[in-house]
T-cell receptor
Framework: GENVEQHPSTLSVQEGDSAVIKCTYSDSASNYFPWYKQELGKRPQLIIDIRSNVGEKKDQRIAVTLNKTAKHFSLHITETQPEDSAVYFCAASKGTSYGKLTFGQGTILTVHP | DAGVTQSPTHLIKTRGQQVTLRCSPKSGHDTVSWYQQALGQGPQFIFQYYEEEERQRGNFPDRFSGHQFPNYSSELNVNALLLGDSALYLC???????????FGPGTRLLVL
């Protein structure tokens, strides 16, 4: 089955710096890649997603890039703020699986004021 | 517009007992997926329900079963609880053939 590896497991940055989290997936048939942010004790919240027919997608300070050949995708957060501190999860799914998401292990992002 | 809701928020059980968790999907959604999230881990897919049928299942034993009702709400049942079943159980809803899933707040289960 699908396997998603996520790095780094922890990431510490200063406010205003950029943060990059990387994920690799194993199943070349995967075609949908969402990113979720989970604050302590709260539900995972979708922050951005990308489909395999697109190489890059941006939403204000957040962007995701996808390299289908290398089977990896990355989350980029610019101008980080303390409220960006949370656990970030990448995930992958295949269109034929009707939404079964395979998650990475998560990255704990800490933004220091 | 209510989002995904789950009940109860917390639950404490002992080994060997049975538990039922409940989920109401976001308005307009007809598909419910269940995930188990162990401490410090990413969510793991248990199964998905659509049109009151289990459409897909992850690598979980038969002790984990579910149900979907005509109003699209869903239940997750776990029998013969083990200590290792202690986790946050998340429900996610989506609409037909759409990948985007929205999560509920979860039920935290502790098995003693």
């Amino acid at each position: 089955g699908e396997n998603v590896e996520q790095h780094p497991s922890t990431l510490s940055v200063q406010e205003g710096d950029s943060a990059v989290i990387k994920c690799t997936y194993s199943d070349s048939a995967s075609n949908y890649f969402p990113w979720y942010k989970q604050e302590l004790g709260k539900r995972p919240q979708l922050i951005i997603d990308i489909r395999s027919n697109v190489g890059e997608k941006k939403d204000q300070r957040i962007a995701v890039t996808l390299n289908k050949t290398a089977k990896h995708f990355s989350l980029h957060i610019t101008e980080t703020q303390p409220e960006d501190s949370a656990v970030y999860f990448c995930a992958a799914s295949k269109g034929t699986s009707y939404g079964k998401l395979t998650f990475g292990q998560g990255t704990i992002l800490t933004v220091h004021p | 517009d209510a989002g995904v809701t789950q009940s109860p928020t917390h639950l404490i059980k002992t080994r060997g007992q049975q538990v039922t968790l409940r989920c109401s999907p976001k308005s307009g959604h007809d598909t419910v997926s269940w995930y188990q999230q162990a401490l410090g881990q990413g969510p793991q897919f248990i199964f998905q329900y659509y049109e009151e049928e289990e459409r897909q299942r992850g690598n979980f034993p038969d002790r984990f079963s579910g149900h979907q009702f005509p109003n699209y709400s869903s239940e997750l049942n776990v029998n013969a609880l083990l200590l290792g079943d202690s986790a946050l159980y998340l429900c996610a809803s989506s609409s037909t053939y759409q990948e985007t899933q929205y999560f509920g707040p979860g039920t935290r289960l502790l098995v003693l």
